[in-house]
């Protein structure tokens, strides 16, 4: 049977903005299988942020329940264990700028990570992940010396410092060109291939959509599935670039 890393049932959140209500989510209902990598679509404002912060254990839904490997987490904005214990032991967050700290080499922003896991191996598990991700030769180097392919290849290891059973990835890509783009994306599939975490990706960028096992709508806080043509991978790459 295929293990559920998340789920949310009837997720529902409503902002106040001045007179008006806007409803961020519409009764979203949605699992996430472990080792599946899946995208999250749609328009500015249709509540894609808002599911992220909410399975995140940031922002909690006020109504609907979001459950961790089956097990109820947050129930109609109470939450029902340690929220700041489970994001540091089975979460990690890639954001769409790296936000390594700048006074710190590439292997110490992964092993400050490791640390606030409790892990007394952070050093070799931060080298070890540099490694995975074809970024070790860079350790020694600050952020400043980093190129933005780079930055975000460390900010992928650092949220694997706690071995997460659920990565999620707002916009990771963003600030990158079309190629160092793809490359983050194939690195994030095969985070989720390879080490089992289920990997969630919100992104406008439609060109590697082919990377993902499954593809996701938002629009108006309501979530479905998303009926969109699939880009091939494409037919050539340009010799000698690597993000």
Known sequence: MTKIAVSAHGLTKTYESGSTSVVAL?????????GTVAALLGPSGAG???????LGLISPAERGEVQFEGKSVVKDGVALTDLAKLRRHHLGFV???????????????VEVACDLAGRAD??????????????????????????????????????????????????PTAALDSVRGRAVMELLRKVAHERGAAVL??????????????????ED???????????GPPTSAQPGVRA
């Open 26 to 34: 519409d009764d979203v209902s949605f699992s996430l299988p472990s």
């Open 48 to 54: 894609k942020s808002t599911l992220v912060k909410a």
């Open 95 to 109: 954001f769409q700028k790296a936000n390594l700290v700048s006074f710190l080499t590439a292997r110490e922003n």
């Open 122 to 171: 952070g050093k070799k598990r931060a080298s070890a992940l540099l490694d995975y991700l074809e970024v070790r030769h860079r350790e020694s180097a600050y952020p400043e010396a980093l190129s933005g392919g780079e930055q975000q290849r460390v900010a992928i290891a650092r949220a694997l410092a706690n071995e997460p059973s659920l990565i999620l990835a707002d916009e």
């Open 201 to 218: 990706v919100v992104t406008h960028d439609h060109r590697a959509l082919d990377v993902f096992d499954v593809l996701y709508e938002m």
């Open 221 to 231: 806080g309501r979530l479905r599935p998303a009926d969109l043509e699939r880009p």
